[in-house]
Each structure stands twice: as C-alpha cells, then as structure tokens.
C-alpha cells in the first residue's frame, strides 16, 4: 500500500508540477469550451483522457511499446494546438460532437500516456514489480488532473459568471493563448 501512496504522490505531483506545462496546457484547451454547468462532459472527458494514457503508460512500462522520445515531445503540442483550433472551429461545445470529443481526448491520452512513461520509467525503482507502481501513478495523475480541471473550471466560472466575459470570447482567449503556445513548443520540439 506504501508503494502506491508513494507512486500516487508522484503521479499527482508531476501533472500539476510547472515542467509539466505540456499536460497542463492541455487540459487548458480541453476544457476552453465548456461552463460549470457541464461538469459531467468535463469529468468524462477527462476520463476519457485517462483511460488514454493508461494504456500507452502501461504498454511502455511493460515493454510492449517503444516510440522515440524526440517525436513523442512533438506530437504532445501537437495535439494542443490541434485542440486549440477545434475549439474556436466548433465555436462551442453545444454544436460539438461528444463523441468525436470524447475520441480526441481518448486518442490524444495514448500520445501523452507515452510521454508520462518515459518519466515513469526513470522513477521505477524495481522493473519486476510494475503493476502496483503503475495503478498509483496513474492514480496520482487522475487526481491531479482533477485538481487542475476544477481549477480551470473555477477560473472560467469567474470569468464568464462574474466578470460577465462571453463564453465565445473566453473560448477564443483561451484557445488562442493555448494555440501561441503550443506552437512555440512544436516548433522547440521539431524532430527533423
């Protein structure tokens, strides 16, 4: 039980921790679209994303997968800015499919999944005993991107509740900011 206690930590405090930018800026844009009052689709978006990256956080650790690094660091602002344009392109999640959302973030979880493994990898401290290590990183990163939703989700209840914002301009702000930046890390990350 320890040794899930001390994975989940691990997996909490990488999702929320700054290096991991990448996830964070993400979930920003996956989010972008939705009210507080849509918090069911959000949850299972989510999910959907963790089930995603479970399988591929899985298949590395257990040495059914290899994709080189180099790509994996680009494909993850990649999938940003590809979230990013859907975003203002679907103009709000009520014209969205949920469905088709649901198997962006579920597709989009298997590329981060991956780029999550390498970092679980380096952590492993025994390679032998990988199940329990895995159900409390996986665990730890669940929750931790919970925490982070609840807080874009609080953030963008202000800003369209409070401060009276549009949702479509705070769709657009957001998404925009997430795009400029996703670009920026494509363009560091450029395998070729």
Same mark, same amino acid.
Request: glycine share 8%; net charge neutral.
């Given at each position: 039980?320890?040794?899930?206690?001390?994975?989940?930590?691990?997996?909490?405090?990488?999702?929320?921790?700054?290096?991991?930018?990448?996830?964070?800026?993400?979930?920003?844009?996956?989010?972008?679209?939705?009210?507080?009052?849509?918090?069911?689709?959000?949850? +299972?978006?989510?999910? !959907?994303? &963790?089930?995603?990256?479970?399988?591929?956080? %899985? *298949?590395?650790?257990?040495? /059914? #997968?290899?994709?080189?690094?180099?790509?994996?660091?680009?494909?993850?602002?990649?999938?940003?800015?590809?979230?990013?344009?859907?975003?203002? +392109?679907?103009?709000? !999640?009520? &014209?969205?499919?949920?469905?088709?959302?649901? %198997? *962006?973030?579920?597709?989009? /979880? #298997?590329?981060?999944?991956?780029?999550?493994?390498?970092?679980?990898?380096?952590?492993?401290?025994?390679?032998?005993?990988?199940?329990?290590?895995?159900?409390?990183?996986?665990?730890?990163?669940?929750?931790?991107?919970?925490?982070?939703?609840?807080?874009?989700?609080?953030?963008?209840?202000?800003?369209?509740?409070?401060?009276?914002?549009?949702?479509?301009?705070?769709?657009?702000?957001?998404?925009?900011?997430?795009?400029?930046?996703?670009?920026?890390?494509?363009?560091?990350?450029?395998?070729?």
């Amino acid at each position: 039980m320890q040794q899930v206690l001390f994975y989940l930590q691990l997996g909490f405090e990488h999702i929320c921790d700054r290096a991991a930018l990448d996830h964070l800026l993400f979930l920003v844009a996956l989010c972008a679209i939705y009210r507080l009052q849509q918090w069911k689709h959000i949850l +299972v978006l989510v999910t !959907a994303f &963790t089930i995603g990256h479970s399988i591929t956080l %899985a *298949m590395v650790a257990l040495g /059914g #997968l290899t994709i080189p690094s180099q790509l994996i660091e680009f494909l993850i602002p990649t999938t940003i800015v590809f979230v990013a344009i859907n975003n203002v +392109v679907s103009q709000s !999640a009520a &014209t969205m499919k949920m469905g088709r959302n649901y %198997a *962006m973030a579920l597709f989009f /979880g #298997l590329i981060h999944g991956t780029g999550f493994s390498n970092y679980f990898r380096a952590l492993l401290m025994d390679s032998s005993a990988v199940v329990m290590p895995l159900l409390g990183f996986n665990l730890g990163i669940e929750l931790g991107q919970l925490f982070v939703v609840s807080v874009i989700v609080v953030v963008a209840f202000i800003c369209l509740n409070v401060l009276n914002v549009r949702q479509r301009d705070w769709n657009v702000f957001v998404s925009g900011a997430a795009f400029g930046v996703g670009v920026t890390m494509m363009m560091d990350t450029w395998p070729w």
